[in-house]
C-alpha cells in the first residue's frame, strides 16, 4: 500500500484537494479533523488539564485554546505533546483498516508534515500551492481571520518555496476544480507504479 502524504500551507487549497482524492477513491485521513474530534473527545480532559478553563461541557473551546497558546512557545509544545500522539494513533487505525481492506493508495492529510518530520511515515509528498497573492485573499476572507492571525499562522508553517522544493508532486490550485483535479488524477497515474519508500 502506498501512503502519500498531503500537505501546503494555510489557504493553499488542500482541503479541496484532498476532496479530488476522495472522488477519486482514495481514502484521506485527515489531521485537522482528527483534532476536531480528539478536542470533543479524549483530548478535552487532558487539555482542560493543563490549560484550564479551555473547555466547556467537555468540549474544548478553540478560540479560547488559541488565545492561551498562541505565541507562547512553551505552551504551544505543551499542547503538541496532548495532542500528536492521539493523532498519530488516529492515523495509525486508519492504515491498519486500510491495509485490511487491500486499499492500493491513501492519503495522509498532515498541515504541518514537514515541520513534525512527517515525510518519515509516507512514500510521496503532495504539496498543495497557489500564487502568495491568492493565498493572502484566501486567507483574509476567513470569518474571524485578521492579518496579524494570519503572519502568526504563516510563522509556524515552513515557507510554501521550500515546500515545493521537497515535495514529489505539487497540486497548482490558482486555475480553477477541473484543472486542480485534472493535477489529483496525474499524481495518482504516476504513484500506481511508484515504490514503498518509507521508513
Not at 484521506?28 to 473527545?41: I, K, P
Not at 505533546?81 to 498532515?110: C, M, N, W, Y
Not at 485578521?146 to 515552513?158: P, R, T, W
Request: glycine fraction near 8%; aromatic fraction near 4%; avoid cysteine.
Amino acid at each position: 500500500m502506498l501512503v502519500l502524504g498531503l500537505t501546503g500551507s494555510v489557504g493553499m487549497g488542500k482541503s479541496t484537494t484532498a476532496g479530488f482524492f476522495v472522488e477519486a477513491g482514495v481514502p484521506v485521513h485527515d489531521a485537522d479533523a482528527a483534532v476536531h474530534r480528539l478536542y470533543s473527545g479524549d483530548a478535552a480532559p487532558l487539555i482542560e488539564a493543563a490549560f484550564p478553563g479551555t473547555t466547556s461541557g467537555g468540549t474544548v473551546d478553540r478560540t479560547l485554546l488559541a488565545r492561551r497558546v498562541l505565541g507562547d512557545q512553551a505552551a504551544l509544545k505543551r499542547l503538541e505533546t496532548i495532542v500528536h500522539p492521539l493523532v498519530q494513533a488516529s492515523e495509525r487505525r486508519f492504515l491498519a483498516e486500510a491495509e485490511a481492506r487491500g486499499d492500493k493508495v491513501v492519503v495522509l492529510d498532515i498541515p504541518l508534515l514537514f515541520e513534525t518530520g512527517g515525510e518519515a511515515r509516507v512514500d510521496a509528498v503532495v504539496v498543495v500551492s497557489a500564487p502568495a497573492e491568492v493565498q493572502r485573499v484566501r486567507v483574509l476572507e476567513r470569518p474571524g481571520m485578521s492579518v496579524a492571525k494570519f503572519e502568526a499562522i504563516l510563522a509556524k508553517q515552513l515557507p510554501d518555496a521550500e515546500k515545493r522544493r521537497r515535495a514529489d508532486f505539487v497540486v497548482d490550485t490558482s486555475q480553477g476544480f477541473d484543472v486542480t483535479r485534472a493535477q489529483v488524477r496525474a499524481v495518482l497515474a504516476a504513484v500506481a507504479t511508484m515504490p514503498i519508500r518509507r521508513k
